[in-house]
């Protein structure tokens, strides 16, 4: 019998405001066969942040050494981008050579996508699988030891975060809407919260993606929040560079009574009509239950037959 893949769960954003949550996490990814770890300062509370900008960088790095078959971030937040600057990719580099799967997203796409940038996110090895790099997936508390449900989370999410750090998961496929049928493109994969994507831009840690497929969600952010931060990725020149744009789900906002018909549809809409790189829609990703995981950084191909689309890699 083979030894639990090492797993350990560690606190890079915003505080964990109760520890119910990441043991009860613990717990379920134990049944779930793996070997679970708390970092030392994953509960740690300085103003909004799981401790000072120090101690996450620390946290980070502790875990980079170790090396464990997965990162798994508790939550996501706010915090990541103060600790850009002085994280040692090099370091990260080495984790993710070392068979090391870091997953999360939200704030978590900070993180990928300047591992990305410095070379930090590279594909494994031949023949070593795919379940070592970055990979947008579910979180600690919110997927694994959420209080409403006596699993601690979503069935399909579980299923597939397991497969992918197992490295069994080679595609994901989702119902997206008419008239992409045919489509077949390939191209590496990147992205994540479009705010914290959109935050990095013009910045050293901005992944310099050509030819690639750009998925894309967010939460708590109006249509027009969402339309002027693609608006900003298009007038950068980043969208026209994509091979497709994938995106996944947009939720939690607050209509408007002056929206008038404006909604979501609408941004979407007209966003295709600045460009002919095709926008796909029904990725099921972001804040939301139920998520798969998505290797950032890999050659992926996305396939449409009628309204089924598939991502393999």
Known sequence: MTDAPSLILFSPAGIVAKATPVRQAARRLQALGFAPSIDA????KHQRFAGDDATRIAAVHRVAEAAPHVALATRGGY???RMLDQLDWALL???VERGTAWVGHSDLTALHLAALAHGAAGPAKPGEGVSAGFWAGPMACGDFGHPDSPDGGDDVTQACFVEAVTGELEA???RTEQGFDGLE???RLWGGNLAMTQALLGTPHFPKVRNGILFLEDVNEHPYRIERALLQLHQAGVLKQQRAIVLGSFSEYRKSPLDRGYT??????HLRSLT???ILTGLPFGHVPTKVCLPVGRQVVLSVQGRD???LW
């Open 309 to 311: 689309a598939f991502m």
């Open 264 to 269: 979501l549809k609408t941004v979407i809409a």
């Open 41 to 44: 300062s994953a509960l740690n």
């Open 93 to 95: 580099a080495r984790s």
């Open 172 to 174: 994901v496929g989702f």
């Open 79 to 81: 915090g990541l981008s």
């Open 276 to 278: 002919e790189v095709p």
């Open 185 to 187: 493109v390939s191209g």
